[in-house]
């Protein structure tokens, strides 16, 4: 059996593996839900480039760019789930905020798929004017 067949056959180590990816991730559907539920129960970040963000956002995000993080702190909760999203599955930048906030003790989400995702469902997006004079 080859090497890959081998972890394949641990359960336990698979087990492991789909419980983190369902409790730090979030679906398109499962947000959708949660901002017209239970909105104030978690902070929606979104960690790509200004220009990205005021092109078009999830609705109630807020932004800081994933390189930002550390100076923007008090933008994220220790008791509250901070859910963050980039561009898509193949974006990292979601993943390097996650674990810089996870570095730091707060307790993250991500977004699976990013804003491309949530686009792909026709859910509501937000544009801003980059005039911020």
Do not use: Q
Request: contains cysteine; charged residues 30%; hydrophobic residues 35%.
């Amino acid at each position: 059996m080859n090497e890959h067949m081998d972890i394949t056959m641990d359960t336990r180590r698979a087990h492991e593996y789909f419980l983190n990816e369902i409790c730090y991730s979030i679906g398109a559907h499962e947000l959708k839900e949660l901002i017209a539920n239970d909105l104030n129960s978690f902070n929606l970040i979104d960690v790509r480039k200004y220009e990205d963000y005021i092109d078009g956002h999830i609705p109630f995000a807020s932004h800081v760019p994933v390189h930002e993080i550390d100076e923007h702190l008090n933008m994220f909760s220790k008791d509250k789930v901070n859910v963050v999203y980039s561009h898509s599955i193949i974006c990292r930048k979601a993943k390097k905020a996650a674990l810089k906030l996870t570095e730091k003790g707060y307790p993250v989400k991500e977004l699976t798929g990013g804003f491309k995702a949530w686009k792909k469902h026709d859910f509501d997006i937000v544009k801003d004017s980059a005039d911020m004079g």
